[in-house]
């Protein structure tokens, strides 16, 4: 079924509330490609995320009044944040509801979709509507291969939407955002949190799944990731590896099909040969610039500039020269 633009509401998860992360930011602005624009939340915003959520059109924050028997990390269970967003559409009447491609937010979209026998796009590259009014989702698949687009017939679509699918974009003025409580209930057992596991992020660089632009070392490295991150710090990008890499004991997170799936503007791979398992979770970005100093490398097959050379000496000199052309800006 398809609902006019004017007359479409589109609910944006925002989950934590104490802070709009970029990916969200691209949620709005594909909101209001759509329709009304409305954020949904299982806590009280800041102010700075009611600022920023008001300068990209948000009038309305549907904050959600959970029972009181869930407490601290339980009131962000997948579950729990499925009931609220299933509460939200009944509450609002929406048409589409988009969340960013975590993995909390996957299984909560899912179990959500299913309630509301709602259409579910994962991992969509992109949203816009067709020429009867109905929702898209445009996803790539099979390792980055083919390019698909997913029409939503039902009533309500529900997306996930891969990070860096739009640049953020602000409304001309900014609007005053009023915070509403709708309650929720939950009608399966309430689930609880047994165990708690804070990790400690090492440096100011942005998340692997959410950055604009990742470096990732392989092999070649030979277990130095020193010029890796020394050339990432230089670009403002996210460190990645390849699997073997890990594997080694060298890196902690790998890109692949089995480990990180990233869509970055800008992907820069050194010292990684281009293993189908690892083109299957990067092939998707904008742009892809591989160093490898044997020329025959698979991954040059599918990068957009090729360096061939050692990374050690090649990322260096290129983290220098980013660095002295920032300097002068």
């Not at 820069?268 to 092939?283: D, K, T, Y």
Request: charged share 20%; net charge negative; proline share 5%.
């Amino acid at each position: 079924m398809s609902v006019p633009s004017q007359n479409r509401t589109v609910l944006v998860l925002l989950d934590p509330a104490g802070e709009v992360r970029s990916s969200v930011l691209e949620l709005l602005t594909i909101a209001r490609s759509l329709g009304r624009v409305e954020a949904v939340t299982l806590e009280s915003p800041s102010v700075d995320a009611l600022a920023q959520l008001g300068a990209y059109g948000v009038e309305t924050v549907h904050q959600a009044e959970l029972p009181a028997e869930l407490r601290d990390d339980a009131r962000h269970l997948p579950a729990v944040v499925a009931a609220t967003l299933a509460a939200a559409v009944r509450l609002t009447d929406a048409d589409v509801v988009l969340a960013p491609s975590t993995f909390g937010a996957k299984e909560a979209t899912a179990l959500a979709a299913r309630d509301l026998g709602a259409g579910l796009v994962i991992d969509a590259a992109g949203v816009s509507e067709d020429a009867e009014g109905r929702v898209v989702g445009a996803k790539r698949v099979f390792a980055g291969s083919w390019d698909t687009a997913s029409v939503v017939t039902t009533d309500v679509a529900v997306l996930t939407v891969r990070a860096n699918a739009v640049v953020p974009k602000p409304v001309e003025t900014a609007v005053a955002t009023e915070v509403e409580g709708f309650a929720v209930s939950v009608d399966a057992p309430l689930p609880t949190v047994t165990q708690r596991v804070v990790v400690e992020r090492a440096s100011d660089r942005p998340t692997l799944e959410e950055a604009a632009i990742v470096v990732a070392g392989g092999r070649g490295t030979g277990g130095d990731f020193g010029p890796v991150e020394e050339f990432a710090d230089a670009l403002g990008a996210a460190v990645g590896a390849s699997r073997d890499a890990v594997f080694e004991g060298w890196f902690d997170r790998y890109v692949g099909q089995t480990g990180v799936t990233i869509a970055p503007r800008l992907y820069v791979g050194a010292g990684i040969s281009g293993a189908p398992h690892h083109r299957g979770g990067m092939q998707a970005s904008q742009v892809i610039v591989a160093v490898n100093s044997d020329p025959e490398a698979p991954i040059f097959e599918i990068c957009d500039f090729a360096v061939v050379g050692d990374l050690a000496d090649v990322l260096p000199q290129a983290a220098e020269v980013i660095r002295a052309h920032k300097a002068t800006r």
